[in-house]
């Protein structure tokens, strides 16, 4: 059966960091390309950042650019999502998800997974 865990959420202070990690089981997870994605109250899930099943490419929402970096290590079944520079705006849960096949460049799009986390809270705030 397939699971993603999320965990490292937590709260912060504007600029600072977090690192968010989503261990996955029950699969072969280096088939899968993993993304990230995070919701705010009352608004949609969006993408963040998504990853290659290799890990040689990757994508950002413009929002994250510059200020999030995601990383794998398909040794440990486990897909990273370093956060710097952290703003309010940034407040929100986040989910991995993981989909075996499709175009990278359709990644960040909600309607290409079907395997998703439970969630970690990430709050940025003073």
């Known amino acids: 059966q397939l699971q993603l865990v999320e965990s490292g959420g937590g709260l912060v202070q504007p600029g600072g960091s977090l690192r968010l990690s989503c261990a996955a089981s029950?699969?072969?997870?280096?088939?899968?390309?993993i993304a990230w994605f995070r919701q705010a109250p009352g608004k949609e899930r969006e993408g963040v950042s998504c990853i290659s099943s290799s890990g040689s490419s990757t994508n950002y929402a413009d929002s994250v650019k510059g200020r999030f970096t995601i990383s794998r290590d398909n040794a440990k079944n486990t897909v990273y999502l370093q956060m710097n520079s952290l703003k309010p705006e940034d407040t929100a849960a986040y989910y991995c998800?993981?989909?075996?096949?499709?175009?990278?460049?359709?990644?960040?799009?909600?309607?290409?997974?079907?395997?998703w986390g439970q969630g970690t809270q990430v709050t940025v705030s003073s």
């Open positions: 029950g699969f072969t997870f280096d088939d899968y390309a």
């Open positions: 998800a993981a989909r075996p096949i499709g175009l990278f460049r359709l990644c960040l799009l909600r309607e290409e997974y079907t395997n």
